[in-house]
């Protein structure tokens, strides 16, 4: 017996997908990204470290960003026209807009992968790589050390236009760009 797949699941062109049809598939499952005109679904369940990591940061950085800044958990970001990654969390150079459904490069100051089992090759190596050829100036990733969270943090080179490390942070992160940003590390994953 041959399995059918639904309807939604088909290209609505020969030339694939592109990021705004992402916006218009009625059925497309939660957290569903755009890389390279391929949709990505997260269909392995994922650890409570996971969440209540980007739970706890995102609460952290909101209390932390000035007037005329939003902080955003898994929404996507327009890179170009086939790709429409969804980062874990972010912190846009806009003001919060209820009926937003993704942000442009140019609005997003930092961007953050919490690296789970299932994402662990696109934080580390494919996610990176766009976001910094799309110009977003600082990616942050978070790794599980033995259930603690490290964040490695990277600014973009506009030269070479690749991340260039600035830290490792355990404990506490104490940085002053994109903004001046502290936070208790172990926190967020107790």
Known sequence: MTATLPAWMYPPRPTGWEADDLDRIPELPR????????????M??????????IRRLTAALEGQVPEGHTVEAQMTVRLSKTSRPEPDVLIANVPYDP???QFLPEQVL???????DESMERDRETKPFKYARAGIPHYWRVEDE???????SYELDDTTRFYVPTGVHRGTLTVT???????DLPGLAR
Request: aromatic share 4%.
């Open 110 to 116: 930092l961007l953050v992968e919490v690296v789970s």
């Open 177 to 183: 760009v994109p903004l001046t940003i502290e936070i």
């Open 146 to 152: 033995n259930g603690k969270p490290a964040i490695h």
């Open 44 to 53: 392995s369940p994922q650890r409570s470290w996971h969440d209540r990591v």
């Open 31 to 42: 957290h569903t990204e755009l890389i390279d005109g391929a949709l990505i679904f997260m």
């Open 99 to 101: 009926d937003r459904t």
